[in-house]
């Protein structure tokens, strides 16, 4: 395990040169727009490059960034608000609609992978609707989905709120406050549910393929134990194994937003910042985002290899299986 940690540090110290290195070698400047303004000093600009260090060499910009956010301090935007709080508050926000609608995707993955293979065996139909039903999930861009759900609930029938995270000119406080909020989560969540649903329900299903015809499950059914129960007690944990690394892919969009859902429903998460951050060469935010979204990949990777250890004992993370 501490092996691991020591690699996955000199990773992430790695991916800070990388990602400094090609952020700062960017064309233009955070102040570049101001020279479009003819009534702007140019010198005035200088200075404001000088006082973010901009003018300085790369590995001595490199430097001090580096001793700022090892003291915490990951800088300002451009707007003077603090890089951690702007990014804090955006990513709160982000979390409100990627926890619900990973949990609501998982869950229906795994059962829907689950029925669907069992319907392979008997009843084909089933299998094939899921499988239909996948693929048109897959071919349906998401923001064209959220745009047809946007005209039908929001505008058709006026039951659901179609934008931003809460009413405007509206101050409510308490239990109307959450409820008002979570209106405005229900279209977001369904769309971000239905579409991270596909991927891993395929992989459950082919896994589940897998699983029933082994011999494991065949033993049980001898033992007197049903098919259905053997599936549910052996085949699902086994299955599982294969998923993992799905399943751990996944989280780091947890994090990173996504990016056309909060655009289309105007909702203030990760992912609306960092586009708007790369269209304000706001560099300090973008360098913020992409680290932390390092650190969650390399995180996700040390959670796969605990969960697999866990699904399977024979599995060590030292990296050697049980004899």
Known sequence: MRKRLLIYLVILFGVSIAVFVLMMSMPGDPYSWMLMDPNVDPAYVQRKLDELGLNDPIHIQYIKWLGRILH??????LEGQATLDLVSQALK??????????????LFAVLLGIWSA???????????????????????PTFFLA???????????????????????????GLR???????????????LTLTQTSGMLRYMRSAMIDILNQDYIRTAQAKGMTWRRAIWTHGLRNALISVITVFCMRLPGIISGALFTETVFVWPGIGTLNYNSILNRDYAVIITITMILAMVILATNLLADILYAVADPRIRLGGGAKE
């Open 72 to 77: 915490g301090d990951f800088g300002y935007a």
């Open 93 to 106: 926000n982000t979390l409100l609609l990627t926890i619900p609608a990973f949990l609501l995707s998982t």
């Open 118 to 140: 069992m319907s392979a065996s008997g009843n084909k139909i089933l299998d094939r609707l899921v499988t239909l039903g996948t693929f048109l999930e897959v071919s349906i």
């Open 147 to 173: 745009l047809i759900l946007i005209k039908w609930f929001g505008y058709d029938l006026k039951l659901l709120p179609v934008s931003g995270l809460k009413t405007l000119r509206v101050h409510y406080t």
């Open 177 to 191: 406050y959450v409820l008002d909020v979570a209106k405005h989560m229900i279209l977001p969540v369904f769309v």
